[in-house]
């Protein structure tokens, strides 16, 4: 009868355990559905260790993803890595996850550029088979890069690092600095507006036409969207950003709101000018 008894108690020892509920995942805000595999693991163990980063539909394409991490706190919190190598410049520190501070990126902004050499490097926007993106702060006045290294690990994208660096310099005009300067000074801005100034657009009367046509340089004053003079964003997807290339094109998209310009730059006698303008702007 003893024997019973103790079989029974044991019995009921057991089942209580393997009825405990799974512990709840931190990341469970973030994530459709949980790895079989560890809910396994949950039911069999008491104790659970931290589970990674599970991927979210936003991490199907970086721009969805991005604007999320950066709209987020929770889920930027749990999308870096800590402690987080910083750089600057030959120094190297770690930010601790105590210490790290919410970055909104260019969320809080009417829209963010990016910058390419070349006009097919722009069909790498929203490509999904990425593994791995940067995405840049171009400052102007300091000439200086930030830049933040993504990975995509298991499906989710991670934060690995930060690195600040000068932009590098070289004989020809540089890109940035020239930039910067033809944002802030519309006479100097004159004179680096080819005329005729090419022009495409979508048509008024069908918004599934466009028009090819060109400005004028009054036309392009009348047209032209407010420019970034300060500092300038850029999301690397893989495309080349060389500082030698004697052609850039520098795109403003909207955040939510249908804006979108594009900047032709060529370099032509050793100095830049922008000889076409776009605005499919919805």
């Known amino acids: 009868?003893?024997?019973?008894?103790?079989?029974?108690?044991?019995?009921?020892?057991?089942?209580?355990?393997?009825?405990?509920?799974?512990?709840?995942?931190?990341?469970?805000?973030i994530t459709k559905e949980?790895?079989?595999?560890?809910?396994?693991?949950?039911?069999?163990?008491?104790?659970?260790?931290?589970?990674?980063?599970?991927?979210?539909?936003?991490?199907?394409?970086?721009?969805?993803?991005?604007?999320?991490?950066?709209?987020?706190?929770?889920?930027?919190?749990?999308?870096?890595?800590?402690?987080?190598?910083?750089?600057?410049?030959?120094?190297?520190?770690?930010?601790?996850?105590?210490?790290?501070?919410?970055?909104?990126?260019?969320?809080?902004?009417?829209?963010y550029t990016l910058l390419f050499d070349r006009e097919e490097d722009m069909d790498l926007v929203g490509d999904t088979s990425l593994t791995s993106v940067q995405v840049e702060w171009v400052f102007v006045k300091t000439r200086m890069v930030k830049k933040y290294y993504f990975e995509r690990i298991k499906g989710a994208w991670i934060l690995e690092a930060i690195n600040?660096?000068?932009?590098?310099?070289?004989?020809?005009?540089?890109?940035v600095e020239f930039f910067g300067h033809f944002a802030a000074d519309s006479l100097f801005q004159s004179k680096r507006v080819c005329e005729p100034l090419a022009f495409i657009t979508t048509d008024p009367d069908d918004d599934f036409s466009i028009l090819e046509t060109t400005l004028d340089l009054n036309q392009w004053f009348a047209f032209k969207p407010g420019l970034p003079a300060d500092r300038l964003s850029n999301i690397n997807y893989g495309q080349r950003n060389d500082d030698d290339s004697p052609t850039k094109i520098l795109a403003l998209k909207g955040i939510g709101n249908g804006f979108s310009n594009i900047l032709y730059f060529r370099r032509k006698a050793g100095e830049w000018e922008l000889y076409k303008f776009e605005d499919t702007s919805i």
Not at 42 to 67: G, L, N, R, T, V
Not at 72 to 82: A, C, E, W
């Open 1 to 29: 009868m003893k024997k019973l008894i103790v079989g029974v108690m044991l019995l009921g020892i057991l089942g209580a355990c393997g009825n405990k509920k799974t512990h709840i995942d931190p990341f469970a805000s």
């Open 34 to 111: 949980v790895d079989s595999i560890r809910q396994v693991a949950d039911s069999i163990h008491c104790d659970e260790s931290p589970e990674d980063p599970q991927p979210i539909q936003a991490d199907e394409s970086f721009d969805d993803f991005i604007y999320n991490f950066a709209s987020d706190d929770v889920l930027q919190r749990q999308r870096v890595k800590f402690p987080l190598p910083y750089y600057n410049g030959d120094k190297k520190t770690n930010i601790e996850e105590r210490n790290w501070k919410h970055d909104d990126l260019f969320t809080k902004q009417y829209y």
């Open 164 to 175: 600040l660096r000068p932009i590098k310099q070289n004989d020809n005009e540089n890109f």
